[in-house]
């Protein structure tokens, strides 16, 4: 079982060293923009049955010169022990420090199917959604698809290695400003801390890298996370 747990931890390397690798060579070019932010989260699921689900999760986001705000209620469904299919809304409020700007609101409703491997040493998981994008000055939908692959080593009885990936991709172009194509990419590398079966603390480095046409955002993120479970 080490050997096997060496081996996924390598593998986690190898992904790290051939993304940053990837990104270097593709946004050499571009002019680049770089900030600092912090992303803290409080998810709670509660289990209704061995067939239902409850999620929210909550989330503040704070930028160089903004702060946005996420509330997401879904309710799940697992046909399976290892796969859940979930259905939600998500509301996205940012607001301008400086007053600049006017608030902005984005409603969202998502579909998501995770799938989930675990054993003693070590946790695979992918979660898969597609979402539905409105911004309250426009009727035209953005439409999302988003792909996130998670792996978990042990490292003691109570502390574990995370390293999560995810990809988003724009699947339309719309008149508030959404373009179509790859959209961002989020790699996280972290600790989780699990002192009993009903709460996960994750605390780490986020990378978020945002492609544009003459720019590319480079993020670096605090990120703090919570997961409660009932």
């Known amino acids: 079982m080490g050997h096997g747990v060496g081996s996924v931890k390598q593998a986690i390397f190898s992904a790290v060293a051939l993304f940053f690798g990837f990104f270097a060579m593709q946004n050499g070019a571009k002019a680049q923009e770089r900030d600092f932010q912090t992303w803290s989260m409080v998810a709670t699921r509660a289990d209704f049955s061995n067939k239902l689900s409850l999620w ?18 879904a309710l799940g469904y697992r046909p399976t022990p290892w796969a859940t299919a979930w259905a939600g809304y998500g509301w996205f409020p940012r607001y301008f420090e400086d007053g600049s700007q006017a608030s902005r609101h984005e409603h969202r409703t998502w579909q998501q199917l995770s799938l989930h491997l675990s054993e003693p040493t070590f946790v695979l998981a992918s979660r898969s959604r597609f979402e539905q994008r409105l911004f309250h000055t426009s009727s035209q939908v953005g439409l999302r698809a988003r792909e996130l692959i998670r792996g978990m080593a042990r490292l003691s009885n109570t ?15 719309t ?4 373009q179509s194509g790859f959209d961002q990419n989020r790699l996280f590398l972290g600790i989780a801390y699990l002192p009993n079966p ?8 986020l990378n978020v890298i945002v492609p544009r046409k003459a720019i590319t955002t480079t ?12």
């Not at 503040?60 to 903004?66: I, L």
């Not at 502390?159 to 172009?173: I, P, Y």
């Open 56 to 73: 929210m999760d909550n989330h503040v986001r704070q930028g160089p010169d903004s702060t946005l705000m996420i509330l997401r209620p």
């Open 198 to 205: 009903h709460l996960r603390i994750e605390v780490g480095y």
């Open 159 to 173: 502390f574990w290695a995370v390293v999560t990936d995810e990809v988003l991709w724009q699947l339309n172009t």
């Open 175 to 178: 008149d508030w400003g959404l």
């Open 219 to 230: 993020s670096h993120v605090l990120s703090l996370n919570a997961f409660l479970r009932f």
